[in-house]
């Protein structure tokens, strides 16, 4: 939950500094909160791993990858609003979360040796964000590298030439 608040908080905090417009500072806070709630489907999921049952979670994944893409580009078309469609992934990863993963999760840990609990300590939040910063400046420095260029390409040429420059650089 911490580095989930971090990570939304250093959202809206880059979109504030930023010179985006109101409807592109919407769409990054909106693309944040989904993956906050993708993140809480992570730790789930290692939960599940915990107890030896990821084909639980890779299923959850299928269907959620799936359902989120037709329900994102059903509203795009629809509405032809970036905000909306991100609000509609939103609202189905967060009851997916809740209606789907937790329930499943707690159903199988509890019923295996390994019980899902909500205990939690500073010293082992601690450790474990000390385990793993190396992880995180690691993931930092790729962010860096695929979205620093597109940041710069944007903001010095335009919209239009970050498309160009995205459409080759995704696939590479």
Known sequence: LI?????????????LLTPFTATQKLSLILY??????????DVLHGSLQSAWRMDVAGKSMIIRGVAELILFASVLFFTKQLAWALAAMIAFSAIWLVTYEWIATRNIC????????????YTGMAHLLLA???LLIGNLAYSLILY?????????????????????????
Do not use: Q, W
């Open 3 to 15: 580095t989930c608040l971090a990570a939304f908080t250093s959202g809206i905090v880059f979109s």
């Open 32 to 41: 944040v909160l989904f993956r906050v709630t993708e993140a809480g489907m």
């Open 110 to 121: 509890n019923a295996s040796a390994s019980k899902l609990t909500h205990k939690a300590s």
């Open 132 to 134: 793993c910063l190396p």
């Open 148 to 172: 620093g260029p597109r940041f710069f390409i944007e903001r010095i040429y335009g919209t239009d030439m970050l498309g160009v420059y995205a459409s080759i650089a995704a696939p590479a």
